[in-house]
């Protein structure tokens, strides 16, 4: 019996929901693909409609903007590293031993999910690293933020830093650590694949990136 993962999203961030039709998920599957391939800035509703057949008019029942749709791929991808990290600690009593797994989940490469199939992962985490940015760095990121658009990526964050506490309830900056481990790890991995002159890892190096996060880490928790 083959099990498919499903994550509720904020209704706010489409017109209809992508989950719920077979073009809607083409859409999300085509949109991670051009988006990886050519960038947030050169993809287009237009392009998106000739690689799945469609027209403009079709993509935009589901999504007002093509930033909408940019946050929304980005909060699942939020909400499925949450779970991640919940099935990989679920029967880990030890703090630091779960925390190190979280590190470890953050610095490798991801693989491919099967239970999610119009979803590639691998391909998602590439447009998290040098896209992911983009969905909250814009004038209007108080107005998204009423609207609850950043909660996957917010909880995510909190979830790491709950880990935080486990390993050192007296810490004093477990929000500000787990955002920083989140995006220092995506950073290493865009600085040593384009970058290299900023990093100290080259392009096989992640298992070295995750034990810099450790270091980086428990020596602040310490």
């Not at 498919?4 to 809607?24: C, H, S, V, W």
């Not at 909190?158 to 220092?184: D, F, Q, R, W």
């Amino acid at each position: 019996m083959e099990l498919q993962l499903q994550i509720k999203m904020n209704k706010k961030l489409f017109l209809r929901d992508p989950e719920q039709t077979a073009l809607g998920k083409k859409i999300i599957q085509f949109s991670i693909e051009l988006i990886n391939k050519n960038g947030f800035e050169a993809f287009t509703f237009k392009k998106l409609a000739e690689d799945i057949n469609s027209t403009e008019a079709g993509i935009y029942r589901y999504f007002e903007n093509k930033h909408k749709l940019l946050i929304d791929i980005t909060a699942w991808y939020w909400s499925w590293l949450e779970y991640r990290i919940m099935i990989h600690t679920l029967n880990v009593k030890d703090p630091v031993i779960k925390l190190k797994k979280v590190i470890q989940l953050l610095a490798a490469t991801v693989e491919d999910d099967i239970n999610t199939s119009h979803i590639n992962e691998n391909i998602l985490h590439q447009i998290i690293i040098a896209e992911g940015s983009k969905a909250y760095l814009t004038k209007h990121v108080s107005e998204d933020n009423k609207d609850q658009f950043f909660k996957p990526y917010k909880d995510l964050c909190a979830k790491v830093g709950e880990i935080i506490l486990e390993c050192n309830p007296a810490y004093k900056y477990p929000k500000s650590l787990s955002s920083t481990i989140v995006e220092m790890a995506h950073f290493q991995n865009f600085f040593m694949n384009h970058l290299p002159a900023l990093t100290d890892f080259g392009k096989e190096d992640e298992a070295k990136v995750a034990t810099y996060l450790d270091e980086l880490v428990f020596s602040a928790i310490k």
